[in-house]
């Protein structure tokens, strides 16, 4: 346990930096950036703004409780985006407002929050907020009587604010947006975390497939990208997913998070029966070379045959014990310093 702590703060040195008070969650400093604007602008000019406010951000440029910040900003366009929404890659521009989005999401639906103790041990107790819906079709999927209905409770923002606050105030050491799928809920999650006074950090659990709207949304409020990378080529991805495109969006937000304003990674990557020299070669290798060797990456052998999965026989098995060995030669081979096996 110790040793893989050490992993985890030489990978990720501004979450280990708030956990122990010498910096603040990132969406503390978005609430100190000031933007004006007054609601009645186009969302064109909204984002023109969202650029300005980010910049200040990176200069440090604060303001102790402005009239509107950029927090506020984010939250407004993400609530516009509703109307014909894009906030994933799939783009189905559905007025939200009146009906779900290929997601299965219209309001955002708690399915259930607790203090989580299955993670990570660096993110242990981690106040998990599990949100139904989600943009995927993971035909193995363990969470599906979430991901794929409308299931939970309708919770105000202010609400969600209050039991996040609630949560750190037991000991979670971070709020951890997951589902489903969190990109669906965006626009309520900045709306809540505008009312978030206790210094949390934010993790950001998501298979990574939000638009490039979203990532720029997500600038400077996420201090952990616990970004599930699946699959390794748009093949897999399509056949047991039900995405396509997949290698392209999803290395690219990765990229993109790796700009993000003092955000660190997190990567899991579930090993697939049949599927370590088509996917966890080429995630480990890619996440080697474009992340960095220091990456924290946690390659997990927790695969079990859920949901519709008996109906492709060649995932319908657990792992052997030859491609959990090969798992850990992977890891070797690409150099990941920092990274969890099994």
Request: proline fraction near 5%; glycine fraction near 6%; hydrophobic fraction near 35%.
């Amino acid at each position: 346990m110790r040793e893989e702590l050490e992993k985890a703060k030489r990978a990720m040195p501004h979450y280990f930096s708030v956990l122990e008070g010498r910096e603040e969650p990132n969406f503390f400093h978005a609430k100190r950036v000031e933007v004006k604007f007054s609601g009645r602008e186009t969302l064109e000019e909204l984002l023109e703004l969202h650029k300005e406010g980010l910049e200040r951000l990176r200069e440090n440029e604060f303001t102790e409780k402005p009239e509107k910040s950029l927090l506020d900003l984010k939250a407004e366009i993400a609530e516009r985006t509703l109307e014909a929404c894009e906030l994933c890659e799939f783009k189905c521009r559905v007025n939200r407002f009146e009906s779900p989005g290929y997601c299965r999401v219209k309001e955002s639906l708690v399915a259930s929050d607790f203090l989580h103790l299955g993670e990570e041990p660096e993110l242990v107790p981690s106040y998990t907020v599990f949100f139904s819906g989600c943009n995927f079709r993971c035909v193995f999927c363990q969470n599906w009587d979430i991901s794929q209905f409308r299931v939970g409770v309708r919770l105000s923002p202010k609400e969600m604010a209050a039991r996040i606050s609630l949560a750190y105030l037991h000991g979670a050491k971070n709020v951890n947006f997951v589902g489903g799928e969190p990109t669906p809920n965006l626009p309520f999650i900045l709306q809540s975390l505008k009312y978030v006074e206790v210094p949390i950090p934010v993790v950001w659990n998501s298979n990574m497939y939000m638009s490039e709207l979203a990532m720029e949304l997500l600038n400077g409020v996420v201090d952990v990208y616990l970004g599930d990378f699946k699959w390794g080529n748009d093949g897999c991805a399509l056949n047991y997913s039900k995405v396509p495109r997949y290698w392209e969006v999803v290395t690219r937000n990765f990229l993109l998070a790796k700009d993000h304003y003092r955000a660190d990674f997190l990567i899991r990557h579930l090993v697939m029966p049949g599927h370590l020299e088509c996917c966890t070669r080429p995630v480990l290798e890619w996440i080697s070379r474009n992340i960095g060797k220091d990456t924290r990456v946690n390659v997990m052998f927790q695969y079990r045959p859920e949901y519709k999965a008996k109906e492709y026989p060649e995932i319908s098995r657990r792992l052997s014990r030859e491609e959990k060995r090969r798992a850990f030669e992977l890891v070797e081979e690409f150099g990941l310093r920092n990274a969890m096996v099994g």
